[in-house]
């Protein structure tokens, strides 16, 4: 059995998928960090800057974009909706698309800001790094196994 002053090995660290999920956990909880001004998780601030882009997009459209489950889905839009930052509006008979409030506008537009400043800060000042973003993506785009799958 190790003594507490010796350090431990661990077999894990030449592992890609180990090192990726460190990074990814490192990334996040930074990211979390830089939200709290904002009184935003990184969810919901996901679901802001989405719906800045897509206006009137459905529920379950914007869950399936996410992979977000629709469980997880409906309290999380009631949420966004409690605060005032999202509306719904009918799309046709059967659907309804949610937008923006003015004031859901101004929080999107602050965590827009507040990631790439983050982005900016991790990448030493490249806040968009194309080619690690085009080989992240066909890593978690191919098949790879999903949170929980490991």
Do not use: C
């Not at 979390?32 to 989405?50: K, N, Q, S």
């Not at 999107?108 to 490249?126: I, L, N, P, S, V």
């Not at 066909?138 to 999903?146: M, R």
């Amino acid at each position: 059995m190790a003594e507490d002053d010796t350090p431990l090995v661990n077999p894990m660290e030449a592992r890609l998928g180990y090192q990726l999920r460190r990074a990814s956990a490192a990334l996040m909880a930074g990211l979390a960090e830089a939200l709290v001004p904002l009184d935003l998780r990184i969810t919901e601030a996901t679901v802001l800057m989405v719906l800045a882009e897509n206006r009137n997009a459905t529920q379950s459209a914007l869950g399936r974009l996410l992979g977000i489950k629709r469980a997880n889905m409906a309290p999380l839009v009631a949420r966004l909706a409690a605060r005032g930052l999202i509306d719904r509006a009918p799309v046709d008979r059967r659907s309804h698309g949610l937008h923006l409030t003015p004031e859901g506008e101004r929080l999107a537009a602050a965590a827009f800001r507040a990631t790439a400043e983050y982005d900016g800060r991790f990448f030493g000042g490249d806040p968009d790094p194309q080619e690690l973003r085009a080989r992240l993506q066909v890593l978690w785009g191919s098949g790879a196994p999903e949170d929980g799958d490991e």
